[in-house]
């Protein structure tokens, strides 16, 4: 990816570096899927609490590549799955997901004495956001 100047940073940072609504689109079949899924923004990356067996994962399984769109926001990006939330290389970023997400974190939804909860990680690659009428690219 190229590297997001100081101002698109800044703003990224501003609107998505906290418990955010984002939509992720994956492609199985040549047919595109989209949902809506709560998303955490730092250093060029989205990061996502989610289960591995969902459709969602089995999708990335066979194309990594998905697309994203949030606040005057769209990109690309490769999707990773870091694996089980409590793995122990996950713990510096499952404990800022804790903070960011403690609103609903422990409401039932997610086992994380499950190892199939998962963090899954979309690293940009190309992306525009606005701001203010300024276009950013990247």
């Given amino acids: 990816m190229k590297k997001l100047s100081e101002d ?10 906290k418990d955010t609504i984002i ?5 199985e079949n040549e047919v595109p899927f989209v949902r809506y899924v709560n998303a955490y923004y730092e250093n060029g ?15 990335m399984e066979s194309n990594s590549t998905v ?8 990109a690309h990006g490769k999707s990773i799955n870091l694996g089980y939330f409590r793995k122990e290389e996950n713990y510096w970023i ?4 804790k903070k960011v997400f403690s609103e609903w ?7 994380f004495d499950d190892e199939n909860t998962i963090i899954l990680c979309v690293e940009l690659t190309d992306g525009l ?10």
């Fill in 94 to 97: 499952a404990e800022k997901l």
């Fill in 8 to 17: 698109a940073e800044k703003i990224m940072t501003e609107r998505f570096g």
């Fill in 23 to 27: 939509a992720l689109a994956t492609v």
């Fill in 45 to 59: 990356a989205f990061y996502i609490i989610t289960y591995a067996l969902s459709n969602k994962m089995k999708h």
């Fill in 67 to 74: 697309a994203i769109a949030g606040e005057w926001f769209t």
């Fill in 129 to 138: 956001i606005l701001s203010h009428g300024t276009r950013y690219e990247f």
């Fill in 105 to 111: 974190i422990d409401n039932g939804h997610n086992n």
